[in-house]
């Protein structure tokens, strides 16, 4: 494949199937070399700005301590912090940034946001979540279901609950990968109309298929792959009442993960809300992968960088 040395990372859409696995792959290699301590430093004298107008505790501490293993170093860049918060524009921002940086990744409000920092920066462009999309989680969880499950063609993910970034990211990614998507949302809060089309011809393409249903009992059937994410995402705060009423019926309990596979694992991009979206009985039981999908995050963004802020891969 070509090398994905100076792409920006703005939607697993723009990535082929080839691309996302070499990444996988040397997701998986950079994993073992930290775990046998061997020294993984491709990135010396890089640097990455870590810009955020949402709060984070994964992305942030994954893409600095992930940034630092690989012998560079990351900024956190607060919006309200650095003068985009006082109306520099993107452009000029992204123009500056690109002086000093190697590479910047964005969490944000509107996709646009991230899009338009990407048209005008010269250095790579990474989406640490959006509105729309949360690619970063979604390379992580590729990683942890191969890690569980082998081979990612032909298996079955069920999301339930809110048809927000993370159903849109994973629809894309696990289409792209061969992956049947089942969706279970409140008709009101499916995923995107367009997404959803796009998912479907991503899935026509690479052998996969997807699957909206409001029928929380119908989605699970069969099942690898329980996945769930909060009912109230950030921005949404206001809307917290009405969405803890509607989405009552998505929660994943015992129960429920019973009617998966007997092998389904069970997955969050967290934070959690125990008790809404999930009951303890499930994150916190034998099934649950959460905290290694996390811990995920660190070693799938390292491959990121390297691929994207390096100059060897793939070789
Ligand atoms: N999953 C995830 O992105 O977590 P943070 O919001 O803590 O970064
Ligand atoms: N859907 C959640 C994901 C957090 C990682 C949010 O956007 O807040």
Known sequence: IESLKDRDFVTLKDFTKQEIAS????????????????????????????????????????????????????LFLNTQDIQLGRGETIADTAKILSSYLDAIMIRTFNQSTVEQL?????????????????????????????????????LTLTYLGDGNNMAHSLMIGSAKMGMNVHIASPEEYKPLPEITIQAEQIAKENDGSIMITQDVEKAVQNSD???????????????????????????????????????????????????????????????????????????????????????????
């Open 23 to 74: 990444l996988l792959e040397l997701a998986a290699k950079l994993k073992q070399q930290k775990k046998q301590g061997l020294p993984h430093q491709p990135l010396q004298g890089k640097t990455l700005g870590m810009v955020f107008e949402k709060s984070s505790t994964r992305t942030r501490v994954s893409f600095e301590a992930g940034i630092y293993q690989l012998g560079g170093v990351g």
């Open 118 to 154: 990407a048209k005008h920066a010269s250095i790579p462009v990474i989406n640490g979540l959006t509105d729309l999309y949360h690619p970063c989680q979604v390379l992580a969880d590729l990683l942890t279901m191969k890690e569980h499950k082998g081979n990612l063609e032909g």
């Open 225 to 315: 792959i329980i996945y769930t994410d909060v009912w109230t995402s950030m921005g949404q705060e206001d809307e917290q009442a009405k969405r803890t009423e509607i989405f009552q019926t998505y929660r994943v309990n015992e129960e429920l993960l019973k009617q998966a596979k007997p092998d389904a694992i069970f997955m969050h991009c967290l934070p959690a809300h125990r008790g809404e979206e999930v009951t303890t009985g499930v994150i916190d039981g034998n099934q649950s992968v959460v905290f290694e999908e996390a811990e995920n995050r660190l070693h799938a963004q390292k491959a990121l960088m390297v691929a994207l802020m390096g100059n060897s891969f793939p070789q």
